[in-house]
């Protein structure tokens, strides 16, 4: 059981790199996350034993159970938010979280922006606090979440020049209903536009195409760890 997830991780990289390669990108250019939601610390653990140490989530509950011990136990783990985040569950993701990638809303931002405020005076030295990606709705979804491309320039000036969050790059999920690449370019060309150097786009199915177009960070769950219940 622990070699089978072993394997499946050293068959990613190697998919990875060889993408990587074709596109004539470096082999570090990208992080593989490991999305783990639903997935039981046991499914997780042998992943960290062969050495991965990027992980994602999607719910705060869910990731408040597992990650603390995890946490605790292993050196170096680096637990991204990839899933909607509400307000009232904002302290505890920062908490539990070192990269939210799903800013999404001024609500949000405002929030995050008075935790950082509050953790600063509180703290005698360098405060630990997230970075951030800004979720892009880059299909103009109604039903998703995520900033729209129209509104991103106005978004990310109130994120980072007026709350001062370190704001690192942007994250899409491209319609399910149409070809990723699209979506994907135009998010690289949103974030060349704003000086953000890192995308977090692609998953089990559209990774390679991510980094094709400049990926820094792909989202892998199931191509990981198996069909979710
Ligand atoms: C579940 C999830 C993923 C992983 O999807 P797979 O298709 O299982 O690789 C990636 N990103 C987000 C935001 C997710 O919720």
Do not use: Y
């Not at 070192?98 to 008075?114: C, F, G, N, P, Y």
């Amino acid at each position: 059981m622990p070699n089978h997830a072993a394997d499946k991780l050293s068959d990613i990289t190697q998919r990875m790199t060889a993408a990587l390669q074709l596109a004539g990108r470096d082999a570090a250019a990208a992080q593989l996350l490991a999305i783990s939601k639903t997935k039981p610390v046991a499914a997780i653990t042998p992943l960290i034993e062969a050495g991965h140490r990027h992980f994602g989530e999607n719910r705060v509950q869910e990731a408040a159970e597992k990650w603390p011990a995890l946490k605790a136990a292993h050196e170096g783990l680096e637990l991204h938010l990839v899933g909607p985040l509400q307000t009232n569950k904002a302290k505890e993701a920062v908490a539990l979280f070192d990269v939210i990638q799903t800013l999404d809303r001024e609500k949000l931002a405002r929030k995050m922006a008075a935790l950082k405020d509050a953790q600063a005076e509180e703290a005698t030295g360098d405060i630990l606090f997230p970075r951030f990606f800004i979720q892009v709705n880059s299909g103009d979804e109604p039903q998703k979440s995520g900033v729209s491309p129209s509104e991103l320039t106005a978004f990310h000036g109130l994120c980072t020049a007026e709350l001062g969050l370190n704001v690192v790059g942007l994250m899409c999920l491209p319609p399910q209903d149409e070809a990723a690449g699209p979506h994907f370019a135009l998010l690289a060309k949103l974030a060349a536009g704003l000086g953000l150097s890192q995308l977090s786009m692609g998953m089990s199915g559209d990774f390679e195409t991510a980094l094709s177009l400049g990926a820094t960070h792909i989202r892998v769950g199931t191509a990981l760890f198996g069909a979710r219940d």
